[in-house]
């Protein structure tokens, strides 16, 4: 169950969503748990109740610590890793009102973060051996880009733009003002000369327009699989073609075979289904 060296989050993005996390749940007291003796100990056995690629340890950890600094956890498993239906992740020590105060909000980050790496993982492993990289888009949830993205990577693929910030997505609203294909990619490298720029076309005509004016990478939106292969057969290799638009597992690996080198996929973020886990208070020793 030992999970791949991923680089970790940053610091500071998961205390600021814990931060809310915690706030919009406990508000001004934990009501309940108010109910039980001050100063009790107890400990959390977490598992996991399904086949999952875990992700969102730190975040996960962070909120018990948030409650109780003294909190101690020993963990099974590492971001990254495949877990198996029944796998015990991680025990949990501390003080029983922090542990029961933060325990759901702490479950919500790990099973929403572990299914966007387990949807993730498995778009990775259907065009494995292909020359296709999968990636996400910015379809993330509110607040949680950074998070989601995490996860994303804990899945095995790569993260697209962080946000409108870091490089330039030309979309067929943007080509409607700017006038063009052509003059909104020459805008975009007046403007921006240090950012990658991508055109994004839905037919080809379009990418006829692209390919004259030379951006960093072509977006093929929306091209069904004989306007995939004869895009790919037309660029020749000499621009990066990315597909996005209507891609599930039914069709992805028929997609990346056409040659393809990237292929985006709003739904690993945005269609998750909550990985099922487990906290459970053990009986006292």
Not at 41 to 63: H, K, M, N, P, Y
Not at 112 to 121: E, G, N, V, W
Not at 160 to 168: E, K, N, Q, T, Y
Not at 252 to 280: M, P, Q, Y
Request: proline fraction near 4%.
């Amino acid at each position: 169950m030992s999970g791949s060296r991923i680089a970790p989050p940053d610091p500071a993005w998961v205390a600021d969503d814990v931060s809310r996390a915690l706030g919009e749940d406990i508000g001004d007291g934990d009501a309940t748990s108010a109910l039980l003796p001050v100063g009790a100990r107890g400990t959390l056995q977490l598992s996991v109740r399904e086949d999952a690629v875990l992700a969102g340890c730190d975040w996960f950890a962070a909120c018990f610590r948030a409650l109780d600094p003294a909190v101690s956890l020993h963990w099974g498993a590492a971001d990254g890793a495949r877990v198996t239906a029944g796998s015990r992740l991680c025990r949990i020590a501390g003080d029983v009102r922090a542990l029961l105060g933060a325990e759901r909000s702490a479950l919500n980050f790990l099973q929403t973060l572990s299914a966007t790496a387990t949807s993730t993982a498995r778009y990775v492993e259907a065009v494995a051996g292909t020359r296709a990289v999968i990636l996400d888009t910015r379809k993330t949830l509110p607040g949680l880009r950074q998070a989601q993205k995490y996860a994303v990577r804990c899945g095995g693929a790569r993260n697209h733009r962080m946000g409108l910030f870091d490089a330039v997505l030309i979309k067929e609203n943007h080509i409607a003002a700017a006038g063009g294909i052509a003059a909104a990619i020459v805008a975009a490298r007046q403007l921006w000369p240090r950012l990658p720029v991508e055109v994004e076309v839905e037919n080809a005509g379009e990418l006829e327009q692209a390919l004259a004016a030379a951006p960093d990478r072509i977006m093929l939106d929306d091209f069904d699989l004989d306007g995939i292969t004869a895009a790919v057969r037309r660029v020749a290799g000499r621009v990066p073609l990315e597909v996005s638009g209507g891609v599930d597992l039914t069709v992805v690996r028929s997609i990346a075979e056409t040659g393809v080198d990237f292929i985006s996929i709003g739904a690993l973020t945005k269609h998750v289904r909550a990985i099922d886990l487990s906290l459970r208070l053990l009986p006292p020793d």
